[in-house]
């Protein structure tokens, strides 16, 4: 799960961390009221939107010649204008993709004086199964492009969990970003808050980029990313209320209702699959014979005839999916409840596309006859291999 920058930095600031002031708008009076709340005499109008890269955006309703979706404003009227800008248009830059993100909240903060610009992360590191510290002196910029050129600029300092984050973790830190005297037992000081916030809020990556060093020898989070470990949001109902909806996949959205691990891919053939090893297996087998899955969908262990229905509708709501591929493995579920769930499901939803179904398990027989007898053009498969074959073939030809 992710949060704004607005909402990622007041949790920060819980922990004792340093932001420049701010202040949420949805609305121009709205940004305007908290550009009135601030010193300036330099305000940054920031446009919040699930994505990086705000700073060189373009917005789609704009001219080329328009300032993007971070705009330092040198008055309350230019506050206004730029807020004016942005609202209600579509933001397009390097992580939203072409079709960009419509800008419904806005936050207004107080300008910085910034001497420099570092980059600073935390994340779960899977090879070492620790957190990691990344860090670069090379902040403000695309932390993929300072790590595919200039790889020598960036350091990893792996936190050892028995210990805890040390001082001396700090201090490599601060070592890497070569900051000395206060500088560098504020970077001490930082990091160790940080490593509370990350480990007490269940992260699952915190990226500061910039951190700065301001012009009067502070270092303050100037933007942060924040997401979540959403299987630990049930202890942080704090944080889960901080969930904004528009920004994610409706698709994801509904399957989560339905608690269907879904996840939209870029490919044509949509898969529904119980058990996530035996999902990726599925994917695997398609790509294999020259196609690519629409997504990744596990309905999990008891999946009943609505959980099935369900899923049919979040996979055929996707307007590229060509044909479904259904790889059920019936061992708790029988294969003849999960045939008459398919059956059932297909008639609700008027499938219009190809339907290769394979089973496997308890009751396969009496599963397969259920399909077969359904009247429904449902292609039955006998294994992985001969599945994936049809349900591509079926594509292909209906294409
Ligand atoms: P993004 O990464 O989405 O482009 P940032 O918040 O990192 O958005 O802003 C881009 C750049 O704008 C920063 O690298 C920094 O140079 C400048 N900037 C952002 N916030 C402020 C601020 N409060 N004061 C001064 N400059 C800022
Ligand atoms: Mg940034």
């Known amino acids: 799960m992710n949060i704004h920058e607005y909402q990622a930095k007041e949790l920060l600031a819980n922990y004792g961390i340093g932001i420049p002031t701010g202040y949420p708008a949805m609305t121009v009076d709205e940004a305007v009221k908290g550009a009135e709340q601030l010193p300036g ?100 910029m695309d932390i993929e492009t300072v790590a595919h050129d200039t790889p020598e600029k960036i350091t990893t300092i792996t936190v050892d969990p028995a210990a805890g984050f040390t001082d001396a973790d700090g201090q490599k830190a601060a070592d890497a970003l070569k900051l000395s005297g206060d500088l560098a037992a504020s970077c001490v000081d930082l990091t160790k808050k940080l490593y509370e916030a990350f480990v007490g809020l269940d992260c699952a990556m915190i990226e500061i980029n910039p951190l ?32 904004d909806e528009s920004e994610e996949d409706p698709m994801e959205v509904e399957a989560s209702k339905y608690d269907l691990a879904y996840i939209k891919l870029d490919g044509d053939i949509g898969c529904m699959v119980n058990g996530a090893g035996l999902a990726m297996a599925t994917m695997d087998i398609i790509k294999l014979n020259g196609a690519f899955p629409a997504n990744f969908l596990d309905v999990g262990g008891g999946a009943d005839k609505e959980k099935v229905t369900a899923a049919f509708k979040i996979i055929l709501s996707d307007p590229s999916v060509k044909g479904i591929l259904v790889n059920i493995f019936g061992g708790i579920m029988k294969c003849d409840i999960i045939a008459d769930g398919i059956v059932a499901a297909a008639k609700e939803v008027n499938l219009s596309v190809p339907l290769v179904v394979r089973l496997e398990g308890t009751n396969v027989e009496k ?33």
């Open 41 to 140: 005499p330099l305000y940054v109008v920031k446009a919040q939107i699930h994505a990086g890269g705000r700073g060189k955006g373009t917005f789609k309703e704009l001219g080329a010649d328009a300032k993007g979706g971070v705009r330092l404003a040198k008055s309350i009227d230019d506050v206004r204008s730029d807020a004016t800008d942005m609202l209600g248009n579509t933001l397009v830059t390097v992580q939203t993709g072409d079709e960009g993100k419509e800008v419904n909240r806005l936050y207004v903060t107080d300008g910085v004086d910034i001497e420099k610009e570092y980059y600073l992360s935390m994340l779960v590191d899977r090879a070492t199964g620790r957190i990691a510290m990344v860090v670069s002196t090379e902040g403000g």
């Open 212 to 243: 700065v060093e301001t012009k009067d020898g502070k270092l303050l989070v100037l933007d942060t990313k924040m997401s979540f470990d959403s299987n630990a949001m049930f202890r942080h109902p704090d944080v889960e209320a901080l969930r």
């Open 367 to 399: 599963g397969k006859d259920i399909l077969s007898n359904s009247g429904l053009p449902i292609v039955s498969a006998d294994n992985l291999g001969d599945a994936a074959k049809k349900i591509v073939a079926e594509v292909k030809q209906a294409a």
